[in-house]
T-cell receptor
Framework: DGGITQSPKYLFRKEGQNVTLSCEQN?????MYWYRQDPGQGLRLIYY???????QKGDIAEGYSVSREKKESFPLTVTSAQKNPTAFYLC?????????????FGDGTRLSIL | GENVEQHPSTLSVQEGDSAVIKCTYS??????FPWYKQELGKRPQLIID?????GEKKDQRIAVTLNKTAKHFSLHITETQPEDSAVYFC????????????FGGGTRLMVKP
């Protein structure tokens, strides 16, 4: 899965601060996803994008925002409205709707509050 | 929306024994069921997947079975080894409606040497 790069690996957020997590893929995948993982729990979908310049809310979108200006990039902003941002954030991509190919994940970004 | 339940949450087996993890899903339209293995602090890695047009799929020591009527699917690992120790996640999605995965809560598998 070396085709999906997330940065930074660790990130710290101060009170009232917005922070942006980067996700880049060179797999020519149409669809990209952001998941949040809390300790000892499964992954929950924050936002997804099936095509450039379009994205949809997932199950836990409140306090987050995204953009999809380029096919390769799907950055996630954790806003100050997200009161409990400490978690492991995973970006994923695949060939999109109807594809028979599996979803691939990046190495994740661990976000903590200072 | 889809809901995926996974059991057990922890599973401890002796090396060489088999391990079985079970998942149930709620949306009968779901047609794609991957299983991921996640080691501590790392990305989930796909280990096997199954589509709704088959009932069983096998890859060496790993197999997955699907019962569409009962809406459940299971992961079977035979001849477990210490390196199988990890957290395993099941997931479900509807391929024709986008590939958003709904994950189960995970199973921590510990294989004792």
């Amino acid at each position: 899965d070396g085709g999906i790069t997330q940065s930074p690996k660790y990130l710290f957020r101060k009170e009232g601060q917005n922070v942006t997590l980067s996700c880049e893929q060179n797999l020519n995948h149409d669809a990209m996803y952001w998941y949040r993982q809390d300790p000892g729990q499964g992954l929950r979908l924050i936002y997804y994008s099936q095509i450039v310049n379009d994205f949809q809310k997932g199950d836990i979108a409140e306090g987050y925002s995204v953009s999809r200006e380029k096919k390769e990039s799907f950055p996630l902003t954790v806003t100050s409205a997200q009161k409990n941002p400490t978690a492991f954030y995973l970006c994923a991509s695949d060939r999109g709707q109807g594809s028979n190919q599996p979803q691939h994940f990046g190495d994740g970004t661990r976000l903590s509050i200072l | 929306g889809e809901n995926v339940e996974q059991h057990p949450s922890t599973l401890s087996v002796q090396e060489g024994d088999s391990a079985v993890i079970k998942c149930t899903y709620s949306d009968s339209a779901s047609n794609y069921f991957p299983w991921y293995k996640q080691e501590l602090g790392k990305r989930p890695q796909l280990i096997i997947d199954i589509r709704s047009n088959v009932g069983e799929k096998k890859d060496q020591r790993i197999a997955v079975t699907l019962n569409k009527t009962a809406k459940h699917f299971s992961l079977h690992i035979t001849e477990t080894q210490p390196e199988d120790s990890a957290v395993y996640f099941c997931a479900a999605s509807i391929r024709s409606a986008g590939n958003m995965l709904t994950f189960g809560g995970g199973t921590r598998l510990m294989v004792k040497p």
